[in-house]
């Protein structure tokens, strides 16, 4: 398997621009979640899925944000309109189910709001 | 809200050394530890995962033990490796997510 499939790798955006990020996760897994890194707060969740519904987004910062996941095998992040201050790396992870399984993370993606 | 530390946040060793990272939870009533490493500008792999019923889970020059009484995990990388330089995160579930700490950032000096 490839494992969680991540794009766009980098991505730079000036302030106000909408920014999609998108997530494919390991086939067969169930849960999905959405995952902010800084080094002022380490690593957040934002959202979860479990069989495609979003099950706690209480992680997401502001309305700009949102998910979705239309079917089990993609999910987008977006931002819209997007701010300096959400320059981050967002990281996707998979596990076959909620719970006692092992999270596996995607490569990230890199963002960059000018 | 379970709150997570390790200590050290950085830690330089010789080749051949044994590491010791530490990690410390505030709420027991979890029932698993993943710890994680993260090479620099890449995503986390996981490492171990221990479930609450065992005391330490070990894959190769790795092992980790967990106390849940005393909210702990120690993860030991035994005859450190330039390789094994990196940042070392652990994670405990807080209801479904994980809360993670901040890392430990490994230097193996060759």
């Known amino acids: 398997d490839a494992g969680v499939i991540q794009s766009p790798r980098h991505e730079v955006t000036e302030m106000g621009q909408e920014v999609t990020l998108r997530c494919k996760p390991i086939?067969?897994?169930?849960?999905l979640f959405w995952y902010r890194q800084t080094m002022m707060r380490g690593l957040e969740l934002l959202i979860y899925?479990?069989?495609?519904?979003?099950?706690?987004d209480s992680g997401m910062p502001e309305d700009r944000f949102s998910a979705k996941m239309p079917n089990a095998s993609f999910s987008t992040l977006k931002i819209q309109p997007s701010e300096p201050r959400d320059s981050a790396v967002y990281f996707c992870a998979s596990s076959l189910r909620l719970g006692k399984e092992t999270q596996y993370f995607g490569p990230g993606t890199r963002l960059l709001v000018l | 809200k379970q709150e997570v530390t390790q200590i050290p946040a950085a830690l330089s060793v010789p080749e051949g050394e044994n590491l010791v990272l530490n990690c410390s939870f505030t709420d027991s009533a979890i029932y698993n530890l993943q710890w994680f490493r993260q090479d620099p500008g890449k995503g986390l792999t996981s490492l171990l995962l221990i479930q609450s019923s065992q005391r330490e889970q070990t894959s190769g020059r790795l092992n980790a033990s967990l106390d849940k009484s005393s909210g702990r995990s120690t993860l030991y990388i035994a005859a450190s490796q330039p390789g094994d330089s990196a940042t070392y995160l652990c994670?405990?579930?807080?209801?479904?997510?994980?809360?993670f700490g901040a890392g430990t950032t490994v230097t193996v000096r060759a």
């Open positions: 994670a405990v579930p807080n209801d479904y997510k994980l809360s």
């Open positions: 086939s067969g897994h169930n849960s």
């Open positions: 899925f479990n069989n495609n519904v979003p099950i706690d």
